[in-house]
């Protein structure tokens, strides 16, 4: 232990043991929190504790409704899909999305595709094509953590640029964008790059999201733009455009 290292100075001042202590009661808590929503998944039959943090959005901004259609982006193992199917009832359809196959059987209104979405492949076109324009896009997209924060954090906003752009295609105006990002030095750039975009933007940190994630999400509420028009064609940014803005 380095001499003048905070481990070194704790451990001078509280003495090994009363530092081991603490160490072992915080892993305890984290793991108990963990375990909570672990078990809570699996006695509710969701296959990913993940589902809470959707359930707590959706308490506060109803965005999910009866009829809606919903393009979920990295929706394996499944369990946003299944909450949204349950929400949105038979009359709604989920178009679920994720490089990895689910991990879990689907209703009559989940239609699953394995793919990826910053390259969508023919079968996955078609079905955007046929069903756009949706009322809804949410994105739990994380990328494999590599534990080197700028990476991970740059790859995260990668996958919700890529969201973003998926709803400027298939959104409908009014509808909402739901992304998970983990925060970092580009979150704000990010934020304001949705602005014109939308009438709202609201910064989410779910109860049931650890307190030690850099993760949060951003709701993106009533789109300004119309996607029959091609890509993000925006009367705000249009508007903007005009005026000399900058445009995304
Ligand atoms: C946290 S998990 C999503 C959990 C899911 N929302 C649920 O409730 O079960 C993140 C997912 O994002 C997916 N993902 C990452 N990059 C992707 C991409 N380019 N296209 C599609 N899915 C992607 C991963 O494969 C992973 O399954």
Redesign the pocket.
């Known amino acids: 232990m380095r001499p003048g290292s905070w481990v070194g100075r704790v451990h001078g001042r509280y003495g090994l043991a009363n530092v081991a202590v603490c160490a072992y009661l915080i892993a305890r808590s984290m793991k108990k929190y963990r375990d909570h929503y672990f078990e809570k998944a699996k006695r509710e039959n969701y ?2 504790r ?2 809470y943090k959707l359930k707590e959005i959706d308490k506060a901004l109803k965005i999910l409704r009866p009829g809606a259609k919903i393009l979920d ?8 899909s299944l909450f949204a199917a349950e929400r949105i009832g038979p009359g709604g359809l989920v178009v679920a ?4 196959p689910p991990g879990a059987e689907f209703p009559r209104n989940v239609t699953f595709v394995q793919d ?3 390259a969508p492949g023919p079968e996955l076109a078609r079905l955007l094509a046929a069903v756009s324009p949706f009322d809804l896009v949410i994105s ?4 494999k953590t590599t534990g080197i924060k700028l990476t991970d954090q740059t790859r995260s906003l990668e ?1 919700c640029e890529c969201a973003f752009e998926l709803s400027k295609r298939h959104l409908r105006q009014g509808g909402h964008l739901l992304v998970k990002i983990f925060q970092g030095p580009d979150f704000k750039a990010f934020m304001d790059s949705l602005k014109p975009f939308f009438t709202t933007i609201k910064g989410f940190k779910p109860e049931s999201s650890r307190a030690e994630s850099k993760e949060m999400f951003l709701a993106a509420l009533g789109a300004k733009f119309h996607p029959d028009k091609g890509e993000g064609a925006s009367e705000g940014a249009a508007e903007k455009n005009a005026s000399g803005g900058q445009r995304d």
């Open positions: 296959p990913a993940s589902v982006l990295g929706a394996s193992p499944g369990s946003w999305v994720d490089l990895n990826d979405a910053f739990d997209m994380a990328p996958l």
